[in-house]
């Protein structure tokens, strides 16, 4: 059945053999040295591979030579990484439930990363579903229970990965107790036993153990993390933000990451993506990290130098990993060295400066001179990948290898001298000596030279145009060579394991050099981002302030022309202007200007400079956005549902330190129904006894901007348009006030709209527009706080209730 379905994955032929039944068995195969594209278009497609080899010597075996599994490759634990995303982690996860709690941990194989937190599930799971989210993994592993739960099946059908089931006892406190990465935790003061994350990562390492069936040793210890400590975003503004992908497209390019990342290494690019998808929350920690981007910023020269040092250091946190599961070739030892050599210059570099962050990254870079020496004495420049072949070792290195490696060269010098003498002594011009794997060493001559042949020389092969044979002498030559090269390639491959094992060893400071340079590489790429994208160093306050002075939308104005981004202020506090009622016309740039200020906030909050001319940013606990919609037919939810739901999670889980970019909330139902519920929403978010956090509200209902003076806290502004006599054209400028038209007929004329549409349209506005006394709008009035007990559409609690009865519906 595997031959059938690989054929027909991989397109290949099918073929059979004999087996004594009545049906062949179906067989297709690929080069041995190719498989690594197929295993990786196999697991691609969710499949697992079981990678199956000799071993035993053919040659020392008695019988069938014994073969096991070596390696079972699963779309989680791809270590070959020609086939990944060097920008990218491939994470594998596993949940554990207990109630209402949920373990979750989280590896990256070829790095060894490796975290784990533990969550309460309330009235919702969308916690864990945001956490999941958030590492994008290939893989889960989780219990059957959860398996054929309603969370697993909501997050099957929003991303794409495989679903390995294992038993219970994988996630027992007996697990826990038999993994030393989790008791290595334990004396780091993480107390795992009494965690639930805990069960969760045992059942991991045992998966990894199960599926690599070798020591997973770069895995050293476990990282616990709480959500709570740092800036939570939920699925939803992770996709509507598009952080590290585009929403539409799924493509790198046009994200945030995108637009800042100048780091030099995959290594440095990975630790950047994380850094963006789990901003800070402490004042200190951003602070720790912004002083030393400043210091690196305000140093051109330095940091320039610094930067092309990093441009040449090989991926080392991947290749540790090889190093650990006993992956690595001679070339890979080689790069390894290449690296060691850039270090001295590079801790050289960081000492320039004076910070402590920086001090710290000093400090905590080995040289490793005695290793790096090694590497440099020991693998032959132009070894192979081929590890089983010979010519890994450096002349040199080992007098035993020199040794049988002269008696080779002496050997085959010796044939082609003896090739001469032959041809000499028998007449036979085209006379030769050559060799293949079947037959070893053999004198060739052609037909039509027979006659001349010797008695000494034995037959040994008939071909169509000539005969093979082999002389005594040529015998005991080829035994010596043959021999000698053999002893060569046996001894080279023990020491190359000698000298990988001896790699090995120095695995934990590997991976502290890792992750040293790629925070430097990080630190230097926003530096630079800083230093030419002109942004400016954001006060980080614990207040609830949030002012940025010309602040501009770091992807967009990447891709215009400089100068021609139109920058914009933004003032909030929780004080007078908690709530910003933003109106304007479509395609004048609403949204952008409040994702601009969601991305501000999240860059300063990851320790970033950010684009303005100044920014002081009151620390946001959560981003929440509402943003767009479309139909979930999958789900069977339409456009307004979708917005129900998201409003329904946001007005549940924001808090007081929380920032909203709400767009256009109410939209997708009647004109009454969906101003009541914008009305609602906008009196829930602004009211201090409810809620009363920081909140860019866009909207087309021009009769919520009567809530200003109104509602406490509620201000105006609107995207300032140029009305020409046959035009509209948009400014981009966020004004104070509210707008009173949203120009859609003029937006439906610059998308091209047939002009008799166009002009029809207008003719059916001034009809409306005279029947209801020249007004675009229905007019509102203050309406009183109900009695406690009395039931009313616009009370401020109502905001809640009514998307929860839209939801029970």
Known sequence: DDAITAARELELALTGRDCGLEERAPMCGVPYHAAGNYISRLVAKGYKVAICEQVEDPATAKGIVKREVIRVVTPGTVTDTASLDEKSNNYIVCVYQLNQYFGLAAC??????????????????????????????????????????????????????????????????????????????????????????????????????????????????????????????????????????????????????????????????RLLRRWLEQPLISRHDILWRQNAIGKLKDAFIQRSELSDMLQGLYDLERLSGKIALANVNGRDLLTLNQTL????????????????????????????????????????????????????????????????????????????????????????????????????????????????????????????????????????????????????????????????????EKLVK??????????????????????????CRPDITVTDELEIVQGRHPVVEKTLESGQ????????????????????????????????????????????????????????????????????????????MVEMNEVAQILHHASSRSLLILDEIGRGTSTYDGLSIAWAVIEQVADRQQLGCRTLFATHYHELTDLEGLLPGVFNSHVAVDERSDEVVFLHKIRDGGSDQSYGIEVARLAGVPQEVVQRASEILHQLESENGGQQRIKIKKMAKPMDGQLDLFASSMAIRQVDELLDR
């Open 510 to 535: 590997l991976q502290q050099n890792a992750s040293v340079l790629a925070q430097i590489d990080v630190l230097t790429a926003l530096a630079e981002q800083a230093d030419r994208g002109q942004y």
């Open 341 to 504: 050599c850039k270090l001295p210059a590079i801790k050289a570099a960081i000492h320039a400066w004076d910070d402590p962050y920086l001090i710290k990254l000093h400090d905590d870079l080995d040289l490793l001179e005695d290793l790096q020496l090694m590497l440099e004495t020991s693998i032959d420049p132009d070894a192979p990948i081929a590890i089983k072949e010979g010519h890994l070792i450096k002349p040199g290195y080992d007098p035993e290898v020199d040794k049988l490696r002269t008696a080779t060269v002496d050997g085959k010098d010796w044939i082609i001298q003896l090739e001469a003498r032959e041809k000499e002594a028998t007449g036979i011009k085209n006379l030769k000596i050559r060799y293949n794997r079947v037959f070893g060493f053999y004198i060739e001559v052609t037909k039509s030279n027979l006659d001349q042949v010797p008695e000494r020389y034995v037959r040994r092969q008939t071909l169509a145009n000539a005969e093979r044979y082999i002389t005594e002498e040529l015998k005991d030559m080829e035994d010596t060579i043959l021999g000698a090269e053999q002893k060569s390639v046996a001894l080279e491959y023990e020491i190359f394991c000698d000298i990988r094992d001896r790699t090995a």
């Open 565 to 640: 981004f139109v920058p914009n202020d933004t003032s909030l506090d929780l004080n007078v202007r908690r709530v910003m009622i933003l109106t304007g016309p479509n395609m004048a740039g609403k949204s952008t200007y409040m994702r601009q200020v969601a991305l501000i906030v999240l860059l300063a909050q990851t320790g970033s400079f950010v684009p303005a001319e100044s920014a002081r940013i009151g620390l946001v606990d959560r981003i929440f956005t509402r943003v767009g919609a479309s139909d979930d037919l999958a789900g069977g939810q339409s456009t307004f």
């Open 108 to 269: 990256d194989l070829t790095t060894g990363t490796f975290d784990a937190t533990q969550i309460i599930v309330g009235r919702t799971e969308g916690k864990l579903v945001d956490e999941i989210a958030r590492f994008k993994p290939s893989e889960l592993v989780c219990q059957q229970h959860f398996a054929d739960s309603k969370i697993c099946g909501q997050l099957l059908k929003q991303y794409n990965f495989a679903l390995t089931i294992r038993p219970d006892e994988y996630f027992s406190l007996t697990a826990v107790r038999e993994q030393p990465a989790l008791e290595m935790s334990e004396q780091q003061g993480h107390t795992a036993s009494e965690s639930i994350w805990s069960q969760a990562a045992a059942a991991l390492l045992k998966y990894l153990q199960e599926t690599q069936k070798t020591n997973i040793n770069h895995i050293t210890a476990i990282k616990p993390y709480a959500v709570q400590d740092y800036m939570q975003l939920d699925s939803i503004a992770r996709r509507n933000l598009e952080i590290t992908e585009t929403w539409r497209d799924k493509q790198r390019k046009g994200s945030l990451l995108w637009s800042i990342d100048r780091t030099r290494t995959s290594m440095g690019s």
